[in-house]
């Protein structure tokens, strides 16, 4: 039997003054309907933090692709009830897509064109991303969002990835690394919690955000919750994927787009919620 280590007590309670609340404001009406591409980690709550305080848009939802085989989070491997704990602590209502194990684009970008069509039917035509410094991956949405009619918006975009992790842990954010990818990454650091002690053990070569894939993370407290997500920690387990056959295979559960990327494993940890 696995051991497992509560994280209830990593809680911020002195954090309470810093709790976000989304105050009904007069020019509601004219805010920009948006949908928050979440992925359940630190990135996704940073921006998430910023488009918030940000009055010219409005987030009708929190937008999340889930392994219809394991539901979970699709790379974090994060349980869905976790997720729904989230949103709900967030108060943002959930929209999941469920996505086929190791699904080509086209199946991906079908089951996207989709949600996204009846999304757009409600008003929306805004889509909000975490990403960093991609600049493919940011060609890549903006030209799948022209198809459908909406419009990329990307609030910490070119933001140096130091400056970001110490602007989220100076804001009270808490985040546990849930998986880590072996190419870059040994099984220490999967489990762990991101704070100074985490950035410093890290290798010169590895983004401080881990923008290149490098590791993924659960984010468990901080301004945007009204309460924090209270979980443990379970087993962690390594995973490697075998190579698609099929040229047009989406690469996404390995996030990267280099030709060796199916030679290296993932280690993930698993969060059990409380």
Known sequence: MAKFQSYKGLINKSNEICKFTIENKSNVSTSKKALFNWSSGKDSALALYKIL?????????????????????????VRVDLLEAQSKSIGIPLKVMQIPEMPTMEVYENVMTETLTELKNQGITYSVFGDIFLEDLRKYREEQLAKIGFEGVFPIW??????????????????????????????????????QNFINDLPENVDVCGENGEFHTFTFDGPIFSEPINFKAGEIVYRKYEKPQNQNSSDAACDTNTSDAFDYGFWYCDLIKE
């Open 53 to 77: 305080h940000n009055p010219d848009y409005k987030i009708e939802y929190l937008l999340t692709s889930v392994n219809q085989q394991y539901q979970r989070i699709s790379m974090h491997g």
């Open 158 to 195: 070119k933001i140096p990835s130091h400056d970001l992790i110490q602007e989220f842990i100076s804001l009270g954010f808490k985040t546990i690394v849930v998986c880590v990818n072996e190419r870059y990454l040994d099984k220490s650091f999967v489990g762990r919690i991101i704070d």
